[in-house]
């Protein structure tokens, strides 16, 4: 101990000077000991993960196809057109297109929203029959016409597009039932909203049938649907093209069905003649309308 101007000052032995630095050490590191105990004790407790060898950190992500824009109906389908977009395979539909293979010799079968993942039921292998503007698929005075048909009309539901069919109309005339032949080779533009000409089992029958006809042809088809009953009849492929002339057939034109020919109104004899000969023998002759005379009993007995 020293004093300054009367005051005293401590002083350290140099083992305190070691000393000091040592225990403020141990003062934090206690310090910190405890704070880590409180953290432990406040935080949930954990069931510990064991990975197993091959297991894969985080989703598992698969490409899809996006249009860049919007896809108008029956446009081809171009690679270009797309980009790949990788998404969680757990979001993925397996409806969803994911390569480019699977666009080929593809044409958009309606409408297809760009930005969004390609469906596979946009995706149709024919192009429409009806491509573009209806009117381009239409020759200069043709016309297309919608009927309505059913199983029994529709020809058990064969009738198909690309088909060649003769139109006729169920009618009555004088009051017996008639077919009349209204239109001959039309092609079957349309079954029920489909264009694919092929058939496959299972395919329900067609409810209504767009025919190309002429503008003529036109007329009757809409008349012979306000008046009468219409129905196809299937061409062959050796039949089509050729016309065999509009014709009405009614119930009295029927094998087994056509009425007796009336009787004669005339009479069949128009005079009788008597004639004797040298010994006696008298013989009637009936003269008919044409002068000619026949014995009068062919007469009683015909």
């Known amino acids: 101990m020293s004093t300054y101007f009367g005051q005293r000052t401590l002083t350290r032995s140099p083992l305190q000077e070691k000393l000091l630095p040592l225990v403020g050490l141990t003062m934090v590191a206690l310090l910190a000991a405890a704070a880590l105990i409180l953290l432990l004790q406040d935080a949930p ?116 597009p690309g088909e060649i069919v003769d139109v006729s109309r169920v009618h009555r005339v004088n009051g017996q039932l008639a077919v009349s032949i209204l239109v001959q080779n039309a092609k079957v533009l349309v079954a029920d909203k489909q264009v694919d000409p092929n058939w496959k089992p299972g395919m329900p029958i067609p409810g209504t049938i767009t025919l190309l006809v002429s503008a003529e042809d036109y007329k009757n088809v809409e008349l012979g649907k306000a008046s009468g009953k219409l129905g196809l009849a299937l061409r062959g492929a050796d039949g089509a093209g050729v016309g065999d002339g509009g014709s009405t057939v009614t119930e009295a034109d029927l094998p087994g069905l056509r009425p007796l020919a009336p009787p004669s109104q005339t009479p069949l004899c128009q005079g009788k003649v008597k004639t004797c000969s040298s010994v006696g023998h008298c013989e009637e002759f009936c003269m008919k309308a044409d002068g000619s005379l026949s014995p009068l009993g062919d007469q009683l007995r015909g």
Request: no cysteine; glycine share 6%; charged share 25%.
């Open 45 to 160: 407790a954990r069931t510990p993960v064991v990975k197993q060898a091959g297991d894969q950190v985080g989703p598992t992500f698969v490409d899809v196809l996006v249009p860049l824009h919007d896809i108008e109906e029956n446009t081809s389908l171009e690679p270009s057109m797309f980009r790949r977009v990788a998404r969680p395979i757990d979001t993925v539909s397996p409806a969803i297109v994911r390569d480019f293979e699977a666009i080929q010799n593809q044409f958009a079968k309606a409408f297809i929203v760009g930005g969004e993942p390609l469906h596979s039921a946009y995706l149709v292998r024919q192009r429409s029959a009806l491509e573009g503007p209806i009117r381009n698929r239409i020759p200069r005075g043709f016309r297309a016409v919608t009927i309505r048909v059913d199983d029994t009309t529709a020809v058990d539901g064969l009738v198909r």
